[in-house]
């Protein structure tokens, strides 16, 4: 099983993040191997792992929540990667910039909000300023392209997220009917 791991994490074969409550963690990875093959990183209570499907597990979460809701209790944190890559410092702002352009033509003239969870490279990489700098890409890409998107902080129609893992960042978008059918997709 360790070989297996290794195996996934060499390939960054991981498209679900998962943080426990303070004092869940055991209750966390059980609740998630079932589904796939998970392991703890090197930051407190935040887990890495890989799902078939991802959608499957949420959708069995959200039904669990709704039958048993004491059961998902260690979850502070669940999100669905998309994808992941590698960077450097010096590296990483154009990194995010080039993953999230992708998801533009689905925000058209919506609204949105950017987030990074950075771990690693504290007093490095300043997550606010790479926030916004992105942004602002996203929002020249879309009205060079004829589109009036504009940041909404309080309820985005579409929530692009990034969370790093030292020189990794796994990225994902959710849109504001999948954040309100699974409560637990939770980004700080």
């Known amino acids: 099983m360790h070989k297996e791991i290794e195996e996934m994490n060499e390939r960054h074969e991981w498209n679900i993040l998962a943080t426990a409550k303070p004092g869940y963690g055991r209750q966390l990875l059980d609740l998630l191997r079932p589904f796939g093959q998970f ?32 059961k998902l209790e260690p979850i502070s944190k669940l999100l669905p990667i998309d994808r992941v890559f590698d960077f450097s410092v010096e590296t990483f702002e154009e990194r995010l910039k080039d993953a999230l352009l992708p998801y533009a033509d689905r925000i058209d003239d919506g609204s949105f909000l950017i987030r990074i969870e950075r771990r690693g490279h504290a007093g490095e990489i300043h997550s606010h300023n790479v926030e916004q700098h992105v942004g602002q890409a996203l929002i020249d890409y879309l009205a060079a ?16 997220f990034a969370e790093t893992l030292d020189d990794q960042c796994g990225i994902g978008m959710i849109d504001r009917r999948t954040r309100l059918r699974y409560p637990f997709l939770r980004i700080h």
């Open 145 to 160: 392209n004829g589109h009036h998107a504009t940041v909404d902080f309080e309820d985005p129609d579409y929530l692009l």
């Open 39 to 70: 392991r703890w990183t090197r930051f407190w209570d935040v887990a890495i792992g890989y799902v078939p499907e991802p959608m499957s597990l949420l959708e069995e979460f959200r039904r669990q929540e709704e039958t048993q809701p004491d």
